[in-house]
């Protein structure tokens, strides 16, 4: 049986490349095109919310005391209590609030980018692949199908996979300092984690949940690999200061 051909499409948002990968029944029609240009819009949205770069992000204005908390949007709520509960899981590693300021970028992504799919899942009788930044999320709806091949980038050579993973529904999150450096802190301490990894990635159901943990798991340092032993997720894969 020959494989439904793909669609691609990518524009950059949020400061990161933005991809989809479409396969069947609408991947190259307007039906499609329309739910593409739905995903980036929410994926704007949150941009507008919650981007620490832009000085017009409501995020920004709170920042500056232009707006109160009770004048942001619903989402923000969503997005604080996202970043509350994995400060408990984490035993504090993990908190969107360091130094008297407020940083939600460690929940963002992912939950942004589940959201915006949501406009993908809703094409009938087409898969999608969409990865915002490297974090993906997945639909194949015959399990006969072939999967999602999801590569994982060698953090100590940009230019390899160190592994590949099939997906057919699901997600894939990886927090590391390959691209942008020493970024992540142990938020108990304010430092970088003692023993960190070279990266975390997390396999699983959900994306927002599988990013949170990921970057939690690269906070706690040594303790990453244990924590996430006991978050319920379908894989993860680390790669030490060493290697695979």
């Known amino acids: 049986m020959t494989a439904p051909p793909l669609v691609r499409h990518v524009e950059h948002v949020m400061g990161l490349p933005i991809s989809v990968a479409l ?111 490297g974090d993906i999320t997945c639909r194949t709806l015959d399990p006969t199908a072939a999967p999602w091949r999801i590569g994982i980038e060698d953090p100590h050579d940009p230019s390899r996979l160190a592994a590949v993973v099939p997906v057919h529904t699901g997600a894939v999150a990886t927090s590391g300092t390959a691209r942008r450096g020493a970024h992540i802190v142990d938020a108990r301490t304010g430092r970088p984690p003692t023993a960190p990894a070279a990266s975390v990635t997390v396999v699983g159901a959900a994306l927002t949940s599988v990013d949170i943990d990921a970057t939690a798991a690269f906070a706690l340092g040594v303790d990453g690999g244990r924590w996430l032993a006991g978050r319920g997720h379908w894989a993860v894969f680390i790669v030490d200061a060493e290697g695979p």
């Open 23 to 133: 396969r069947g029944r609408h991947a190259g029609d307007g039906r499609g095109r329309a739910a593409w240009a739905a995903t980036l819009a929410v994926l704007r949205d949150a941009d507008r919310v919650f981007s620490t770069y832009r000085a017009d992000s409501v995020l920004s204005r709170l920042g500056r005391g232009e707006l109160d908390l009770d004048q942001c949007p619903p989402e923000f709520f969503e997005v604080l209590a996202l970043g509350e509960a994995a400060r408990r899981d984490s035993g504090g590693a993990f908190d969107v609030r360091r130094g008297g300021l407020l940083d939600p970028s460690g929940v963002v992504k992912g939950w942004a980018a589940q959201r915006a799919a949501a406009h993908l899942a809703d094409l009938p009788d087409t898969d999608f692949c969409l990865s915002a930044g």
